[in-house]
Antibody, heavy 121, light 110 residues
Framework: EVQLVQFGGGLVQPGGSLRLSCAAS????????MTWVRQAPGKGLEWVAN????????NYVDSVKGRFTISRDNAKNSLFLQMNSLRAEDTAVYYC??????????????WGQGTLVTVSS | QSALTQPASVSGSPGQSITISCTGT?????????VSWYQQHPGKAPKLMIY???MRPSGISNRFSGSKSGNTASLTISGLQAEDEADYYC??????????FGGGTKLTVL
């Protein structure tokens, strides 16, 4: 079965750090761009970051540049999001998603179950 | 990286058709035929319904269709069913290997 299973998340204080993980199975992980999307409570979806199949290119939404780092380990079929200097406005459910397009142009066909990150003192 | 504009809500009766619009700019929707649409039920992960403007993934009903004119993309759902009630999001490629979502539209089936 093609699936993405997420780990991590939880409660963290403002200024703190957290690392999210996403384990892929059922498909050739190294053949796909991967993406993180978040959804603040009661709000819409927001594209956060993506990473090239080989990890050679990474892109971020302006609001997280310099604070979040996306990475992947193709040998372990895993995607990560390291989140530093967290702010209250980063509070959201974070989803990992597979991009089914060849060039990473946004065709998110497989999604993880989502994990809640709460930034609060 | 401004969000695409969608109506906050739309509604329709079973069997009717509805259309959800998604307005961007010449830097995203207008420049690429790379709009995707997602359905999200409460507490669930989004589900891809349309990609590349009008293509349906395997298993998606042909009641769902997509189109684009200028800077505005549209999702049409025909023969509305109760299970179509959900939030719908558009997403467009925005260049530089980045994407941008719309604010979302809540569909109510009356």
């Amino acid at each position: 079965e093609v699936q993405l299973v997420q780990f991590g998340g939880g409660l963290v204080q403002p200024g703190g750090s957290l690392r999210l993980s996403c384990a892929a199975s059922g498909f050739t992980f190294s053949s796909y761009w991967m993406t993180w999307v978040r959804q603040a409570p009661g709000k819409g979806l927001e594209w956060v970051a993506n990473i090239h199949k080989e990890g050679s290119e990474k892109n971020y939404v302006d609001s997280v540049k310099g604070r979040f780092t996306i990475s992947r380990d193709n040998a372990k079929n895993s995607l990560f999001l390291q989140m530093n200097s967290l702010r209250a406005e980063d509070t959201a459910v974070y989803y990992c998603a597979r991009d089914g397009s060849y060039y990473g142009t946004g065709e998110f066909d497989i999604w993880g179950q989502g994990t809640l990150v709460t930034v609060s003192s | 990286q401004s969000a695409l504009t969608q109506p906050a809500s739309v509604s329709g009766s079973p069997g009717q058709s509805i259309t959800i619009s998604c307005t961007g700019t010449s830097s995203d929707v207008g420049s690429y035929n790379l709009v995707s649409w997602y359905q999200q039920h409460p507490g669930k992960a989004p589900k891809l319904m349309i990609y590349e403007g009008s293509m349906r993934p395997s298993g998606i009903s042909n009641r769902f269709s997509g189109s684009k004119s200028g800077n505005t993309a549209s999702l049409t759902i025909s023969g509305l069913q109760a299970e179509d009630e959900a939030d719908y999001y558009c997403c467009s490629y925005a260049g530089g290997s980045t994407s941008v979502f719309g604010g979302g539209t809540k569909l109510t089936v009356l």
